[in-house]
C-alpha cells in the first residue's frame, strides 16, 4: 500500500484518480479517465463500473479526498478515500 499513499501524497488536490493493485500505482487527471473509459466496450451504452467512476469523479473533493480503482484478480472496485 506505500505505493498507494505516496500517490496519494504526490497528487494532492489533482482531480482524477488512482488505479493500483498489489504491486503498481497509476494516476490519471480526470481528462485521461475520460478517455480511458471510451475505450472500454459498453453494453446497451451502460456500464455500472463506468458510471460509478464517472460519477465519484465528478464529485469528489480533490483537497480532502482521493479516488481509486483497485483491481485485485478479475475484481475491481471504485474507492474514495478521505484525509483529516
Not at 27 to 36: I, S
Request: net charge negative.
Amino acid at each position: 500500500m506505500k505505493h498507494l499513499i505516496h500517490s496519494f501524497q504526490t497528487h494532492r488536490g489533482t482531480r482524477g484518480c488512482h488505479f493500483y493493485d498489489d504491486l503498481r500505482c497509476n494516476f490519471l487527471d480526470w481528462k485521461e479517465v475520460y478517455v480511458f473509459l471510451d475505450a472500454l466496450p459498453r453494453k446497451d451504452n451502460t456500464d455500472p463500473f463506468c458510471d460509478k467512476l464517472e460519477e465519484t469523479l465528478a464529485n469528489y473533493n480533490p483537497d480532502t479526498q482521493f479516488l481509486a480503482v483497485h483491481q485485485n484478480g478479475e475484481a475491481v472496485s471504485v474507492e474514495l478515500y478521505t484525509h483529516a
